[in-house]
């Protein structure tokens, strides 16, 4: 009996060794079901003491949906933007399956040209300091289209905002309003995200004012615009025409995207969410606010060469170890890239001594190295592993579509100033003057057949080196009056230059 007494003794120490166990060291698996909170996100790394608007070090507990929304709804805010535009066109128009003005960002021209009119637009912003800076989306406040960009907060109170900077590449602005101790959100370390987990988001659909919805991340990393600079987290949170610029929060109230396309059923007739919306994450926001609030613009680094991923044939044909890389498809002339002797069909797998898994990733780490800086770039070339170095040099802003010379008069075009780099990336080889990038339908330039892709190279006998140089001759002209361009037209590796004469209105 005292055997069995004792093996009964040790059997019920065991069990009290084994439950605390699993109640102390593995709480996750011992949380009540329905408790989607239990487990919290890893913690994000200290912020850089020069970084306004980022997450404190300690530790963060998860909160509920309730909680979250009354922390950071006060700080989210709506946004009305006066915004030079075309006119709506006849076509796809609202039954475009991807939102938020999605076309007209990620193409280069619009679908038809129009007369331009004022509108407005609305969206979602939010607070990201106590002294009144707001991020948003820069498709909401487009620099050289909006007029003027009004903010309200939760308390009803409006504000005429300030475009401090925005970055296109990012779809990503920063407003700053005269206001002090206003409730703010933090960012958050979106590399912390995890498929799966729970994701609120705050913002103003269809202009209903700092509506709450909830999901899940659905995927991270997704590409949707293989020109711009971003990643984004995609999630079933319903997200509408409004959102846009709003932040996507996880469980302990933190910034960890925001929010800036829909994908649609709009061929079906809805064109509402269908549980497929796009955020950009907090650490690319991270690095942009920085150097809007600095710099007015972000810089980024280039290396000039045109890339692609590679794919299962390239790999077998070119004894390659493994699809990690891009392959260079064209280098452009006395860029960085030639200067360091990198030829077409070379693989770069390393920059810096770092792997890159693809294209993305390339144009990713180039552009965060500083322009003047070197970068060492591991290749392969017919099957040698080899390495290389560059000299970064400064990758121009993007131009959307554009600028038109003068609010007041003009003739009808849109134009940019011509420089080495926008010459390249648009095709011509002409590198000063203006390029016409776009004729409004029924304009004077219209009638006299100028077309997107001239080159305004001189007006009344004036160089044209600045888009403000042509607004200048135009405050000055009489409406009904003309002004001589002299003008040249590219085609097929020759020019010519001819003169029109065009009313101003």
Do not use: C
């Not at 390659?320 to 890389?325: M, Q, Y």
């Amino acid at each position: 009996m005292k055997k069995y007494a004792w093996i009964a003794v040790l059997s019920f120490a065991l069990g009290l060794l084994l439950a605390g166990y699993v109640f102390l060291y593995l709480p996750e698996k011992n949380s009540a079901p329905g408790d989607v909170f239990a487990k919290a996100a890893a913690p994000a790394p200290a912020a850089a003491s020069n970084l306004f608007a980022s997450s404190l070090p300690q530790e963060k507990a998860p909160m509920d949906f309730v909680t979250i929304a009354e922390k950071i709804g006060p700080a989210v805010v709506r946004i009305e933007a006066d915004r030079r535009q075309a006119a709506p066109s006849e076509g796809l128009g609202g039954d475009w399956p991807f939102g938020d003005d999605f076309f007209n960002r990620m193409l280069p021209q619009p679908r038809q040209s129009q007369p331009e009119a004022v509108v407005q637009v609305g969206g979602t912003g939010f607070f990201i300091s106590a002294d009144g800076y707001i991020l948003t989306n820069n498709h909401m406040v487009e620099k050289d289209k909006t007029t003027r960009v009004t903010v309200t907060t939760t308390a009803g109170d409006d504000y005429d905002a300030k475009i401090i900077g925005t970055d296109p590449s990012t779809d990503l602005a920063l407003l700053k309003i005269n206001a002090k101790n206003m409730p703010f959100a933090e960012l958050g370390d979106s590399g912390q995200v995890k498929v799966g987990e729970w994701v609120l988001a705050i913002g103003n659909p269809l202009g209903m004012d700092n509506t709450v919805t909830a999901g899940i991340v659905s995927y991270k990393g997704r590409s949707i615009d293989t020109q711009s600079y971003q990643d984004f987290i995609q999630t079933d949170a319903a997200i509408n025409r409004g959102n846009s610029g709003g932040p996507l929060l996880n469980m302990k109230g933190e910034v960890i995207g925001i929010t800036s396309s829909i994908l649609t059923s709009g061929f079906a007739g809805s064109g509402g969410s269908i549980g497929i919306g796009f955020a950009i994450p907090s650490n690319i926001a991270r690095k942009v606010v920085v150097e809007l609030k600095e710099k007015g613009r972000v810089i980024r680094g280039r290396l000039g060469v045109q890339i692609r991923d590679l794919s299962e044939g390239m790999v077998k044909q070119w004894n390659l170890k493994s699809k990690a890389g891009a392959v260079v498809i064209s280098i452009e002339p006395d860029s960085p890239a030639e200067k360091a002797k990198i030829k077409q069909y070379d693989v770069i797998t390393q920059v810096n001594g770092e792997p890159v898994k693809n294209g993305d990733e390339l144009r990713f780490k180039i552009a965060d190295i500083k322009p003047g800086n070197k970068v060492d770039l591991t290749i392969v070339r017919d099957g040698k592993e080899m390495r290389v170095t560059a000299i970064v040099d400064e990758l121009e802003p993007v131009t959307e579509k554009g600028q038109i010379a003068s609010s007041e008069k003009d003739i009808g075009v849109s134009v940019i100033a011509l420089t080495p780099s926008i010459a390249r990336r648009y095709g011509v080889r002409t590198t000063e003057g203006l390029l016409i990038t776009d004729v409004r339908q029924g304009s004077e330039a219209d009638r006299e057949s100028l077309v997107a892709g001239m080159i305004i190279l001189e007006v009344n006998r004036k160089k044209m080196a600045a888009v403000g140089d042509f607004d200048d001759i135009l405050k000055k002209t009489a409406s009904g009056d003309e002004v001589i361009l002299l003008v040249r037209r590219e085609t097929d590796g020759s020019s010519q230059d001819f003169i029109a004469t065009v009313k101003v209105r």
